[in-house]
């Protein structure tokens, strides 16, 4: 598993990005600290945390996570 930490200043956009390769049709779930989310525009200082992104495929026999540690100043 990959893990990145980020510094983002508070109030600006932050852009989360995955890509994967693999059999069958791919999803991407997006988690910040183990719930899942579905946008974020503008981080705020209570948007820091862990984020992860898991992806699997069609074929549900391959899964492939990585995190990253956000700070916002």
């Known amino acids: ?17 995955a890509s994967a ?8 779930a997006w988690y910040k600290d183990g ?5 974020l525009a503008t981080l705020e200082a209570t948007d820091a945390g862990t984020y992860k992104v898991v992806v ?3 074929l549900n026999d391959t899964t492939a996570t990585a995190e990253a540690t956000v700070t916002v100043v």
């Open 56 to 58: 699997t495929n069609t």
């Open 1 to 17: 598993m990959d893990k990145t930490e980020a510094t983002i200043v508070d109030g600006d956009k932050a852009t989360f990005t």
């Open 21 to 28: 390769t693999g059999n069958g049709e791919l999803s991407y």
């Open 35 to 39: 719930v899942e989310i579905n946008n």
